[in-house]
């Protein structure tokens, strides 16, 4: 039964960012701050589920991509572990994106089957000269965690197995996609890289924006349409880089309030007010 789903947050370890070029659209640019690097256990009933699947070792992250510290942060298998949970058991991983920090460890994960959007593998295997650390493009002399992997590609809204549902949420990559989870109190949706932090969510009423969202973007004008599409949708949201998903060991947890979706702000209208 759906209303049976629990998502389990795992971090697994800290990255350095930028608050500017990164965290936020026109933020305090040259401020850095360390934010960890989510991924998700979906316990679906007879699904045990993956989403996103986490950092590889603290010296690779940090010799191509950002200063890293796994602190006391497990990989995403051990984590399962940790958990009780034998990552044999994963039957499926569903990845919002397939960037490095994503998707290591996925080959640990031996019995599952992997989900992707199609135009994301087609975007990961041969990205824009820009993004070739973003996807660890064989350009630097590395392989790619998802390579040699046999994906089964989605194209659009799609429910994967029974109360887990894939929709797509461009503007970080191509062909991200978002994943929502249908639970006793309501939609929870994991967000990946659509919505790094839940400050995107909220407005910047000084620039009369409804949200403040990520610097990050193949395309702001899909960045800014998939957030209102997860504001739509969503009862609650997990960001895949907020360090306070992890105040609580499983969503929903008791008493946990629920978001008002599409909440009006006065003087920071929505703009794509048709979805």
Known sequence: MSAEHKIYPINTGWCQTDLGTYMFFKGEAGKKIQIPVLCFYVDAGEHKIMVDTGLPDAERATRYHH??????CLDSPEALRAMGVDPDEID???????????THNMKKFRNARY????T??????????LYYRSYESPKLGIEAPFVGCQFELVEGPAEIVPGVSVFPTPGHTPGHQSVAVETAVGT????????????NLEPRLDEHWRYWSQARFVSMIDGWRSMEEID???DFILP?????VMDHSVYPYEGMPLRERRKPVPGA???FSGI
């Open 67 to 72: 200063d890293c510290q796994k602190k006391d």
């Open 120 to 129: 994301e593998i087609q975007w990961a295997y041969n990205p824009l000269p």
């Open 269 to 271: 209208p929505f703009y």
């Open 232 to 234: 739509r949708r969503a």
């Open 240 to 244: 895949g880089h907020d360090e306070a």
């Open 188 to 199: 929870g949706v994991i967000c990946g890289d659509a919505v790094f932090r839940y400050a």
């Open 92 to 102: 499926l991983c569903i990845f919002t994106h397939l960037h490095w920090d994503h």
């Open 115 to 118: 989900v992707v959007h199609a």
